[in-house]
């Protein structure tokens, strides 16, 4: 008896061990990151406990790009996509939870496709639309294709199909029309999913890449992502310090958010994912 | 039809509409449209577009780059997506459990998420630099020579399998962990007094129930292999020598550096067919494999 509680501290000792070890490992970029943009070029890559402090490589950064104006940029890029999927899965989504409309099963499925066949790879004929409908270099065009979320009307779908009826039939017989009857009683009922919902969406938006960087051409429409891109990419030449300095600033709202609302967050993405 | 029957069903598609709209031009359109693209010629300059049936295909057929990426991608989707699920699942159990610093293997495993993956390739760039990078430092310390990870097609691709398993584990861990928490706690109390050991309760019981979370995860992963290629334009642009093209970085290449859309269209659709494929096989072969609560 002994024995086996022995080896199963000993293998415990050796799990905890090995968790720390690839927790470390999997913070160590963003370590990093938090070393170089904060200690001066010279100790980018010289790891000295006496280096000192400095902001600088944040001032610099920030004054060799407009990361303002990228600021500003994806901030509406942001709240626009998740206004508009909110407003449009929500109303999507009542429609398939309660009403029996002809079509319904097959409209589902065609929503569902999204799911496999997503904006990202549609990049060629996505691109093709937005120059006939001349909107190329515009926010609004890096956001439309993600706009009505196969995801998010099915995440709300879910939540909107659990709501009693007996709910619902109680406000409709207080002389409530079916849009009355889905702010009063289905949308409040759904927001801790609107809450993982906007969690999630910002942050996919907030770090999306390819398709900007497709459809964006000028220093108005850019998001940040992008923006840093051709930032690290251009004449930086290889200094690490300013590069770790503008990225830790654009990834630092999000970064900031997670760790001020950790629950929330992983919460969020749970229940997102939950069927 | 009575008027109230009729109602419903102009009620349910009203409420649709929007939605449907921007579905069926952003998702539906352009999916055919590729289809429909990939049997014309790239339109260019005062030449329009002309009917070629399969000589995009044909081409495609004899084009090395596209083969080399499409095993690019083969290799990359075995390698991630296997280890990428296996961690994630390593990792929830032990958050899971009574491990020492439980909060901090959390946030650990769980912040490459919310980072962006163009800031992270910055940073991965600096890791894999020959010379003072942080690999080679490391190595360096017991005596290996400098290696140009990045510029080696030997190694190239793996460094970017290791910066997506890196940036994925953590997000699909949340998922196992949700499912974990689900798990009654009593099974595992029974197993115990019953002189069952952790492994084989966990291959016998937890894998088991775990099954509709794997096949959640299973997708996303596969989906994720196929549609995330910004770390690529950071850190290697498909070089060296195309060795870490992958699919969707090439159909990039294609259509917005050289602006050939007719292929860029036809290597689409095998993108979009491999997509379905994949996901058809996925749903026939674990549905039946899982155990439902």
């Known amino acids: 008896m002994n024995a086996t509680r022995d080896t199963g501290r000993a293998t415990a000792a050796i799990e905890t061990l090995g968790a720390w070890l690839l927790a470390l490992l999997w913070v160590l970029p963003l370590a990093y990151a938090l070393w170089a943009a904060f200690h001066p070029s010279a100790y980018s890559a010289h790891f000295a406990l006496d280096a000192p402090l400095t902001l600088d490589n944040f001032i610099r950064a920030w004054n060799a790009a407009p990361f303002a104006r990228y600021f500003v940029n994806t901030f509406l890029l942001v709240t626009m996509i998740l206004g508009a999927q909110l407003v449009l ?26 799911l496999m066949i997503m904006p990202d790879v549609l990049i060629v004929e996505n691109y093709r639309t937005m120059s006939a409908l001349g909107i190329v270099d515009t926010i609004p065009s890096i956001g439309l294709p993600y706009m009505a979320s196969a995801f998010g009307i099915f995440l709300l779908r879910q939540i909107f199909k659990t709501v009693p009826r007996e709910l619902d039939e109680a406000a409709r017989i207080e002389g409530a029309g079916p849009l009355q009857v889905l702010l009063k009683v289905y949308v409040p009922l759904a927001r801790p999913i609107y809450i993982a919902y906007g969690l999630v969406s910002v942050s996919y938006h907030w770090n999306n ?14 998001p940040l992502t992008v923006g840093l891109q051709i930032f690290a990419s251009s004449d930086q030449g290889i ?37 | 039809m009575t008027p109230t029957r009729l109602r419903i069903h102009i009620h349910g598609w009203l409420l649709l509409l929007p939605a449907a709209v921007l579905l069926v031009a952003f998702t539906h359109y352009p999916a055919i449209a590729t289809v429909i693209d990939s049997l014309f010629s790239t339109p260019r300059g005062l030449r329009p577009a002309v009917f070629v049936g399969m000589d995009n295909y044909r081409a495609m057929a004899e084009d090395p780059i596209f083969w080399q990426s499409l095993g690019n991608n083969v290799i990359y989707a075995s390698c991630t997506i296997p280890l990428t699920i296996a961690l994630a699942l390593l990792m929830a159990v032990w958050v899971n459990g009574k491990i020492a610093g439980r909060p901090f293997l959390r946030m650990a495993f769980f912040t490459p998420t919310v980072l962006p993956m163009i800031a992270v390739a910055n940073i991965w760039v600096f890791f894999y630099s020959p010379g003072y990078g942080l690999l080679d430092q490391i190595l360096g310390l017991v005596g290996a020579p400098s290696h140009n990870w990045l510029g080696n097609e030997h190694t190239a691709l793996a460094c970017l399998i290791a910066v997506a398993i890196w940036k994925d584990a953590g997000f699909f861990m949340i998922f196992y962990l949700a499912a974990l928490q689900q798990i009654p706690p009593h099974l595992g109390e029974a197993a115990a007094l019953e002189g069952a050991g952790r492994w084989y309760f966990f291959r016998r019981v937890t894998f088991p129930l775990l099954m509709p979370t794997t096949l959640f995860v299973l997708i996303n992963a596969v989906i994720n292999s196929f549609r995330l290629v910004d770390h690529i334009i950071v850190m290697t642009r498909g070089g060296p020598d195309n060795a870490t093209s992958l699919l969707l970085f090439y159909i990039y290449e294609v259509g917005f550096k050289f602006w050939d859309t007719a292929y860029a269209a036809s290597l689409t659709v095998v993108l979009l067919v491999l997509l379905a494929v994949l996901a058809l096989g996925q749903f026939i072969f674990l549905d039946r494999r899982i155990h439902y609560q």
């Open chain 1, 209 to 222: 890449f390819l398709w900007p960087l497709i459809i964006t051409n000028s220093v108005n429409t850019r």
């Open chain 1, 89 to 114: 899965c929500t109303l999507a989504a009542y429609a398939f939870a309660r009403f029996a409309f002809v079509g319904r099963e097959i409209a589902f499925i065609l929503v569902l496709l999204q």
């Open chain 1, 239 to 275: 200094d690490w310090s300013v590069i770790t300095a503008a990225t830790l600033m654009t990834s630092a709202p999000l970064l900031i958010a997670f760790l001020l609302f950790q629950r929330q967050f992983v919460q969020s993405f749970m229940r997102a994912g939950i069927r």
